[in-house]
């Protein structure tokens, strides 16, 4: 067992938080929340670069079973798809009719059904005034509705007891 371990530091410093790690199969994902990118290092090529721009406050990122990324937008309160293509979409954001709160880590399971926490912020969302906070922070999940229609997606409250 080692002693002590050597770091190299591939990318920053930086002053905000660096989240998110994703292997994409050739390089590592991950948010930097000051920059409001994803960024993606490549180890062949010793750097990173902007994967995606315009993160909105991105924390959470997760790959799903189609390839794409799945990404927790704390900024914008939601849980966005993006696919390979450059395009994306929002997943749902309403839970019992309310917007949830502010998602923050994520996991996807081998059905392709996407876990993610969902908590309060010190930081307020934009038009918190108009969309309120669920009264908890749990763990909730996505679920894509494939059979009822292509691009829904239905979330439910998973935990009951999360502080």
Known sequence: MPTSWNFELVYGPRLAP?????????????SDMGADAIMRYDPREGKASIARKYAN???????????????????????VRMMPDGSSSVTATRLEGR????????????????WFSDRHHPIPAPHLE???ELDHQS?????????????????????????
């Open 139 to 163: 763990v909730l999940r996505l679920t894509h509705e494939r059979s009822r229609r292509p691009h829904a997606w239905h979330v439910e409250r998973m935990t009951y007891d999360t502080q």
């Open 99 to 114: 917007v949830h709160n502010h998602p923050r880590f994520i996991a996807l399971d081998a059905q392709g059904r996407a």
């Open 18 to 30: 660096i989240a998110g790690l994703a292997w994409d199969g050739a390089a590592m994902l991950f």
């Open 57 to 79: 406050r991105t924390f959470g990122i997760a790959f799903g079973p189609e390839g794409e990324l799945f990404a927790c937008q704390e900024g914008g309160r939601r849980v």
């Open 130 to 132: 108009l969309h309120g």
